[in-house]
């Protein structure tokens, strides 16, 4: 079975970083895109950053362009946000979802997310 | 940036009921559309994809259809599990980009 395991959320100042990482299990990860979205407490739903499979095309929102890094390593299938500069309003649960094809190219759709991981930006 | 607007914001019914809820594009994304469930506390769920494919699992009483700016999504016999918030999202281009969410809640 598929599954991503969000982890690294916290509680942090203004102006602090984080790392999140999702750990990938259930499939052939360096085949698969990946995507972070998150959600605000009682918002909707924002897409932050993307990863094509081989590590080499990424997007981002630019709310956080300059600010987040999303990486991966396919040897551990792990996917990785760096977070840096954070801002109160960058507080939302975070999910790491899996993109279904390898490249990021239009129509693709998220069909596997994880649980999500909760961070708090506040003094 | 493609701004993606779902009406209503809300709606009560009944189960049973027929559901449709619609997403409106700022600019044409052709088919380019996926549909979102997502329930108090849960991780969203894909339920449709380019407009009108039914992810694997997803009950028959979802469609989906439209096309360049104007999408629906339609739950034929609305049933307990339904209850929930339900997100489109355009996939044609970067941002991508959400609507706002419908929530269906029980009248």
């Known amino acids: 079975d598929v599954q991503l395991v969000e982890s690294g959320g916290d509680r942090v100042q203004p102006g602090g970083s984080l790392k999140l990482s999702c750990a990938a299990s259930?499939?052939?990860?360096?085949?698969?895109?990946m995507n972070w979205v998150r959600q605000a407490p009682g918002g909707g739903l924002e897409w932050v950053s993307s990863l094509s499979g081989g590590g080499g095309t990424t997007y981002y929102a630019d709310s956080v362009k300059g600010r987040f890094t999303i990486s991966r390593d396919n040897s551990q299938n792990t996917l990785y946000l760096q977070m840096n500069s954070l801002r109160v309003e960058d507080t939302a649960v975070y999910y790491c979802?899996?993109?279904?094809?390898?490249?990021?190219?239009?129509?693709?759709?998220?069909?596997?997310w994880g649980q999500g991981t909760l961070v708090t930006v506040s003094s | 940036d493609i701004q993606m607007t779902q009406s209503p914001s809300s709606l009560s019914a009944s189960a049973g009921d027929r559901v449709t809820i619609t997403c409106r594009a700022s600019?044409?994304?052709?088919?380019?559309l996926n549909w979102y469930q997502q329930k108090p506390g849960i991780a969203p769920k894909l339920l449709i994809y380019r407009t009108s494919t039914l992810q694997s699992g997803v009950p028959s009483r979802f469609s989906g259809s439209g096309s360049g700016t104007y999408f629906t999504l339609t739950i034929s016999s609305l049933q307990p599990e339904d209850f929930a918030t339900y997100y489109c999202?355009?996939?044609?281009?970067?941002?991508?980009?959400f609507g706002g969410g419908t929530k269906v809640d029980i009248k």
């Open positions: 979802a899996r993109v279904e094809s390898r490249d990021l190219l239009p129509g693709t759709r998220s069909d596997y």
């Open positions: 600019q044409n994304i052709y088919n380019y």
């Open positions: 259930g499939f052939t990860f360096r085949t698969f895109a």
């Open positions: 999202q355009q996939s044609y281009t970067t941002p991508l980009t």
